[in-house]
């Protein structure tokens, strides 16, 4: 697949070149790269946003880059929460922002009502106490967590997530990913998450694909993509600082695993290398 901005024009760019993917039922994958790699002009393409100016695209074994098909059904397989969602906000009330997508459906009040209320308790938010209220009197974190709501009450099968902590505090930023965390474990779906934490990136996802330049550059399971970790370097990333600790040790002599990106696999190793080394 291969997609130009502006082609034939002088500010033509080539935005992804020859991406050859496939994603299994049930992954959760981290999508990363620098500034300008692709990385959401890909994510576009998954639920119609944008269409390729070459190549196809299959979503749950239906090709929606032919002809004919219904964009409608597909975008209700593909849930795709932007970066920054609450700026996507613009009902006078929560209930109404959460449940626009669901009307749209034709589904009725009932359905929408009950779609609404178990969207909102997936994401941590009281349907008594805030479904009237307007979703900007809120804090910045619960309206974020409105705007993934009004995503989940659609019951994507995919969701998307396209730099969903940015600009959030600690305590709003661990909410989220916490809560991304249960939708994979708990409900199955399949999951891309794109994001410029690799700690993040490391202790969630299952595989990582890392975009430079419009391509894939590099893609597997998180250790064995940061433990490449001056390929990552020479493209503009880093690695979590647990896998550049554990590196450092080892260039004192210690005998420790590289591929290890949090705190507590650390610990773990590092305590396990004092025992055997008579120091505990």
Do not use: C
């Not at 669901?102 to 349907?127: C, F, H, I």
């Amino acid at each position: 697949m291969n997609h130009i901005y502006n082609p034939g024009s002088p500010f033509q760019t080539n935005a992804l070149e020859n991406i050859n993917l496939e994603i299994e039922t049930g992954e959760f994958i981290g999508l990363i790269g620098h500034t300008g790699s692709g990385k959401s002009t890909l994510v576009q393409h998954l639920n119609g946003l944008l269409k390729p100016t070459s190549g196809r695209i299959w979503v749950a074994g239906e090709e929606i880059t032919s002809p004919g098909t219904k964009m409608k059904q597909i975008r209700k397989k593909v849930g795709l929460v932007f970066q920054y969602p609450e700026h996507q906000l613009f009902e006078e009330t929560v209930y109404k922002d959460i449940s626009f997508g669901p009307m749209n459906l034709g589904l009725t009040d009932t359905e929408v009502a009950y779609r609404v209320k178990e969207a909102m308790e997936l994401v941590k938010l009281s349907y008594d106490d805030l479904k009237d209220r307007s979703p900007f009197d809120l804090s910045g974190g619960q309206r974020r967590r409105v705007a993934i709501a009004g995503v989940l009450a659609m019951k994507p099968e995919i969701l998307i997530l396209d730099e969903p902590t940015a600009s959030l505090d600690p305590r709003g930023r661990d909410e989220i990913l916490e809560q991304i965390k249960i939708f994979h474990q708990e409900f199955g779906l399949t999951i891309i998450l794109v994001s410029h934490s690799m700690e993040d990136i490391g202790r969630l996802v299952n595989r990582i694909i890392v975009m430079d330049g419009g391509k894939i550059a590099l893609t597997g399971k998180p250790g064995e993509v940061f433990a490449r970790s001056s390929e990552l370097e020479k493209m503009g990333l880093g690695v979590p600082q647990i896998t550049t600790l554990m590196k450092k040790l080892n260039e004192k002599g210690y005998q420790l695993p590289e591929d290890l990106f949090t705190v507590q696999d650390a610990r773990k190793a590092i305590m396990s290398w004092l025992r055997g080394n008579n120091h505990a």
